[in-house]
């Protein structure tokens, strides 16, 4: 399976290691609302089809990048750095 | 800096070859250059671009590599470069980087990290056998970091028979075995 690195282009996913959902960008105050961050540290979404998830560019810039995969054909959809979506969404960095 | 009399020993350690020959490929360990890594630190990039442009020192665009003079530089990523000095001028090549950079970049020593593979002959059979790098579009002024025998290292392309591999210095008995593996079974 190909990446497409936002910078670096099409690499190896052999180079990258997997976290998971991208919806673990946006974690809530875990002291002023318990139970969303309940939610968030143990309910996901298991979609069959269209996820966004975060993969981390280990074995090269070590950039972390929000990738958009169909689950079921492995389609690869899109991929942004994860910086930027976290800054699209008022984050300091 | 004070005068010593002490030599660096390679990393391969002082009983193997310096230049080790596989058919037309050569492989050998080059000491002569001292690395520091370059960070610029949150919203100062084009403070630390305009400083380096005036100092004379390369900072390239992603995937690629530029010699300069002495320095040469080439990308590790967003906001990043590792920066190298001939090992004779620049001993203390971070000590003199955050002179220049000062306050709006961090510097990191590399140079005891990595160990320093000089590969020359015909390229291609021997690397697509290594790492999944596309040598036809990794054209002489690239620069990346990729895995050679499962090992994260900087694979600088300096000229169309000629690569410098950068991998851990603490692995170096390993990668370099993996290069002459992969010569052999080439050629």
Aim: charged fraction near 25%; proline fraction near 6%; hydrophobic fraction near 40%.
């Amino acid at each position: 399976m190909l990446i497409p690195h936002p910078i670096l282009g099409l690499r190896d996913a052999q180079e990258f290691t997997y976290l998971g959902d991208a919806a673990l960008i946006d974690r809530p105050d875990g002291l002023a609302n318990p139970e969303a961050f309940h939610d968030y540290l143990y309910l996901r979404d298991n979609p069959a089809g269209i996820h966004r998830e975060l993969w981390f560019h280990e074995q090269g810039d070590r950039s972390w990048i929000v990738v958009t995969r169909n689950t079921v054909t492995h389609e690869i959809l899109g991929a942004v750095l994860a910086q930027d979506v976290a800054r699209a969404r008022g984050r300091s960095r | 800096m004070c005068e010593h009399r002490l030599r660096a020993r390679p990393a391969l350690g002082i009983d193997q070859p310096d230049v080790v020959a596989v058919g037309p490929v050569r492989i050998a360990e080059s000491m002569g250059t001292a690395l520091g890594s370059l960070a610029s630190r949150r919203g100062r990039d084009d403070e630390v671009r305009r400083i380096a442009a005036d100092a004379g020192i390369p900072l390239p665009a992603p995937g690629q590599m530029v010699r300069q003079g002495d320095w040469a530089g080439f990308w590790l990523a967003p906001s990043q470069w590792m920066i190298e000095g001939p090992q004779d001028t620049y001993e203390d090549i971070a000590a003199v980087l955050k002179t220049i950079f000062g306050e709006s970049a961090s510097v990191t020593e590399q140079t005891d990290a990595w160990v320093r593979l000089e590969v020359t002959g015909p390229l291609r059979p021997m690397f697509e056998r290594l790492c999944n790098l596309d040598l036809v579009r990794f054209v002489p002024g690239s620069a990346t970091r990729t895995i050679i025998e499962h090992l994260g290292c900087y694979v600088l392309r300096q000229a169309d028979d000629r690569i410098t591999l950068l991998g851990p210095r603490s692995s170096a008995a390993s990668l370099h075995h993996a290069l002459i593996s992969a010569a052999r079974s080439a050629f």
